[in-house]
């Protein structure tokens, strides 16, 4: 940072570059058939570095991700295109056919939120009282029922929560870095597993025939229509990808204010959010177009374009991780730690009992902790054909997110009482 506070890079131009140039240096090594390369990204998926490389140009003052409207533009635009683009190939009959144990680990990751964050206050309570205190607005629990409403939809019932629970604003910002770290840590971990799955599978003891058999098909079925691309085709996937992007825009610009006004009793749902339509609708858009002949984008690299946007919406996820926060309100963050570590244990003993593939428990998290800017992420790091899988459970995630954050709001003001 520069003595005025301001980091070293403003211009989001400039910033998109960087991130660029990380993001074609990471690509090439790991595609590299150099067996140091080799060697170092069989310890360090390649996702990983996406997601930590960014970061560090915030965390060492380069870039000042709270000025920066790029995971905005990420989040906004890319990312509701890259469903589209991700959908339209879905074979949605063979989806269905992957069970219920994909539903069973996100409920499971749900009540881990929600009985996590008043078991973290009881265990913290008991090593340091002074961590989960405070009084009126200042009072921790309150900001906490902010994480609860991030970690079981996302930011707009994140936002509920504040307006329900009226922590003071320093406190939500406070909760909003231990929320963000938390989970990215988290976040890495998942991604480390992905590499490690088979091993994890074997460990869970679990039958991924189900998610092989939707990859094997999407795959050939992506290789039966396969060919070399032409700037024609392109421009046609652009156009499908971006175009009902802007329409979902368009309709949720519509939609949200609607209800807020005429129903806004949907608002415990997120129904009130134009986030939550816009992923919505362009999830719907993509899976309305799975059963046209716009499949067929597939064979022109749909897919892969979809994929390259969803790879610069972790780039610019990264971007929004300081490590050094941690070090500000220590208590805090052990306090979130100790939440999360609930509800992966939960996570882990429920898959070791239905013998769960770890992509379902990998997914089911994300889905409640990252909402649709991250599940669809970790569902296409196993493979760009399951990330659909992880939109409709994040959906999911946004419809229970405020109920499922209040209840767990109610529990943690019983427990400090």
């Not at 400039?14 to 090594?29: E, P, Q, S, Y």
């Not at 009959?93 to 144990?101: H, Q, R, T, V």
């Not at 306090?335 to 882990?348: E, F």
Request: glycine residues 8%; neutral net charge; contains cysteine.
């Amino acid at each position: 940072m520069h003595k005025n506070g301001e980091a070293l890079i403003t211009n989001d131009a400039i910033v998109m570059g960087i991130l660029m140039i990380l993001l074609a240096f990471i690509f090439k090594t790991s595609s590299s058939n150099n067996p140091m390369w080799k060697k170092f990204y069989k310890v360090f998926p390649m996702l990983l570095l996406c997601y930590f490389l960014p970061s560090l140009l915030t965390t060492f003052g380069v870039v000042d991700p709270d000025k920066s409207q790029l995971y905005f533009m990420a989040s906004r635009y890319l990312l509701p295109a890259s469903l589209v683009l991700l959908t339209l190939s879905i074979d949605l009959k063979e989806a269905f056919k992957l069970g219920p144990k994909a539903l069973i680990m996100f409920m499971t990751g749900t009540v881990g939120v929600i009985i996590g964050g008043p078991l973290a206050i009881m265990i913290v309570s008991m090593i340091s009282p002074e961590t989960v205190g405070g009084a009126g607005p200042e009072a921790v629990w309150r900001g906490m029922t902010t994480i609860a409403g991030s970690w079981i939809g996302g930011s707009a019932n994140q936002a509920a929560m504040y307006e329900i629970f009226e922590p003071s604003d320093r406190l939500y910002s406070i909760m909003i870095t231990v929320d963000v770290i938390i989970a990215e840590i988290w976040m890495a971990f998942l991604l480390i597993g992905v590499g490690k799955s088979e091993y994890i599978d074997r460990f869970f003891k679990s039958d991924t025939s189900a998610i092989q058999h939707l990859q094997d098909k999407m795959h050939d079925f992506s290789q039966k229509i396969a060919k070399i691309p032409m700037t024609s085709d392109l421009m046609l996937i652009l156009g499908v990808g971006l175009g009902i992007t802007g329409l979902c825009h368009f309709l949720a610009d519509m939609i949200a204010p609607y209800i807020a006004e005429h129903a806004p009793f949907l608002d415990r749902f997120s129904l009130n959010s134009s986030f939550f339509w816009l992923i919505v609708l362009a999830t719907s858009f993509g899976l309305g177009l799975s059963f046209t002949k716009a499949r067929n984008l597939e064979g022109a690299g749909a897919s892969k374009i979809g994929t390259v946007f969803i790879y610069i919406l972790v780039a610019t996820i990264g971007l929004k991780m300081d490590i050094l926060k941690i070090f500000d309100n220590p208590g805090l963050f052990v306090l979130g730690g100790v939440w999360m570590s609930i509800h992966v244990v939960l996570l882990v003993i429920v898959a070791k009992i239905i013998k769960s593939p770890f992509f379902f428990l990998a997914v089911g998290s994300k889905a409640n902790i990252g909402g649709a800017a991250s599940a669809p992420v970790v569902a296409a790091a196993f493979h760009p054909s399951l990330a659909p899988v992880g939109v409709l459970l994040a959906v999911l995630g946004y419809a229970l997110g405020t109920y499922g954050a209040w209840l767990c709001a109610i529990l943690m003001q019983v427990i400090v009482k």
